[in-house]
């Protein structure tokens, strides 16, 4: 099934709106229905009050006048009079008739209906010439009848209470009613607003993700964008933006490379012939001269240095695990690359302490030698003369943990989020001995990506900089 797609973010938005404010105006009209039907209830019940009492007096009257006109009729037999009880029996008729209309109780309305039937029996008897002599002794039974019209006229009174009683009752049956509607509402509501988030966050997220992996290098990851067709065109461009930049990538790369091998061959004949001049093969040398030829040696070095540096780093952005991997005396590694600094350390007067407990572990030795080497290469950059740079390894549950500190400016907070990325260099990087390129820590970073372990900066206190190298002592499947 194809759900609609909207061609716009802003129609989806106003769609949200649109469905979240339904629920709301299905509450209102509600509301609307349930206090117009308490208001015909209440209105038909202060009519009914009033009419009943209205109509259960006028009963009673009715009844004493036509007793009145009844007895004189009984004592003088004047037509006027017998004409009179006539009317009055008529307007009782229709009172009763009326009366039975309301909403009394079964009692009442059977009161009401033996009340029209006794009346209309007496009227009989009195408008009958040949009930004369017992007409008298029937005119007492008008005494019953206001009875029964005094119970109806106090029934009427009681309509009064038992309707304002029926009101309260109808009136908390709908508040319960409106409660339960209003709370089903709400979490319709609810379910709406979640629904429409979904919809409206989800292609955000999906770009942030996607330029978050493209600022992280990721140009592998197709871009996919679903939702509103305007966001899914941006998607789309941000793919062709992936696919460029990594074309892009792709020939730095491939131009660093060739730079970078271009280099090696005037650079190798260049430190073949310093080579020759330190050996004094081509003649005895001045100390001036072995002074300059020195020079020379060091800055080709330094130089094959950054060249392979900038290799390393090119090669290392592909992201392979190491192909010649092996367990390897961690301890055993650092105490080699130490070796190798021992000459610079001496000229510079600096002091290594060592505290390496035996370790194991499983990686590619030439990697991990490149970047206890860089790191230890920035602390002897970076400390001052005379002072201290320490290495500490320890194990912590089948990891390896490596702690390289020195004396030096340290690592500004602000910068320790950045030192890792290529070309950086931070404000102590321009105050070291020698210059470097920004790519040894980026380098080593790369590296322990690759072993699946961290590097990081911790916080110093005031002591120089302090990194931290973590590696498991296992291959991690």
């Not at 209102?28 to 009492?53: E, I």
């Not at 061959?265 to 310093?274: D, K, N, Q, V, Y």
């Not at 000229?347 to 230890?376: C, E, K, W, Y």
Request: aromatic residues 8%; charged residues 25%.
């Amino acid at each position: 099934m194809k759900f609609y797609r909207p061609k716009s973010f802003l129609i989806l938005l106003l769609a949200g709106f649109l469905f979240v404010a339904l629920p709301l105006l299905a509450a209102l009209a509600s509301s609307a229905y349930f206090m117009d039907k308490m208001a015909v209830h209440s209105t038909q019940a202060v009519f009914w009050s009033a009419d009943s009492a209205r109509e259960s007096r006028s009963l009673l009257e009715q009844l004493v006048e036509q007793e009145r006109q009844a007895r004189i009729y009984d004592l003088f037999a004047e037509p006027e009079n017998l004409q009179g009880t006539l009317e009055k029996h008529d307007k009782i008729q229709e009172i009763l008739k009326n009366l039975s209309a309301f909403p009394f109780g079964d009692t009442i309305k059977s009161k009401i209906i033996k009340l029209k039937t006794e009346e209309n029996k007496l009227f009989n008897l009195i408008t009958d010439a040949s009930q004369k002599r017992a007409r008298k002794k029937n005119l007492d039974n008008y005494r019953e009848l206001s009875i029964l019209a005094q119970e109806i006229q106090e029934a009427s009174y009681n309509l009064m209470f038992q309707e304002t009683e029926n009101l309260q009752k109808e009136a908390f049956r709908y508040q319960k009613m409106m409660f339960w509607l209003t709370s089903i509402l709400f979490f319709v509501s609810l379910i709406i607003i979640s629904i429409f988030a979904y919809l409206l966050t989800r292609p955000i997220r999906q770009i942030d993700k996607s330029i978050l992996r493209l600022g992280e290098g990721d140009f592998v990851t197709p871009v996919y964008v679903s939702g509103p067709k305007d966001l899914e065109f941006l998607g789309t461009k941000l793919d062709w933006l992936r696919e460029r930049l990594g074309e892009l990538e792709k020939e730095k790369n491939k131009f660093v490379a060739h730079i970078s091998h271009e280099l090696k061959t005037p650079l190798a004949s260049i430190r073949e012939g310093t080579g020759l001049l330190s050996e004094e093969v081509v003649g005895s040398l001045t100390s001036q001269q072995k002074e300059v030829v020195k020079i020379l040696a060091n800055n080709s070095r330094l130089l094959q240095k950054l060249i392979e540096n900038i290799v390393n780093f090119n090669m290392a952005q592909a992201r392979r695990r190491p192909p010649q991997k092996k367990h390897f005396a961690l301890d055993q590694l650092i105490g080699d690359v130490v070796e190798d600094h021992k000459p610079i350390l001496l000229a510079n007067d600096l002091r290594l302490n060592l505290h390496l407990m035996p370790t194991s572990i499983f990686g590619d030795s030439d990697q991990i030698r490149t970047v206890i080497d860089n790191i230890l290469s920035n602390a002897i950059k970076h400390s001052p003369a005379a002072s201290d740079i320490s290495i500490t390894l320890k194990t912590d549950v089948e990891m390896a943990i490596i702690d390289i500190t020195d004396c030096g400016p340290g690592v500004p907070e602000e910068e320790r989020s950045k030192i890792f990325r290529p070309f950086f260099q931070g404000q102590t990087a321009q105050k070291g001995r020698v210059k470097g390129t920004g790519l040894g820590l980026a380098i080593a970073n790369e590296y322990m990506a690759n072993h699946l372990g961290t590097i990081e900066v911790l916080p110093d206190a005031g002591n120089g900089a302090h990194f931290r190298l973590s590696l498991p002592t296992e291959e991690i499947k």
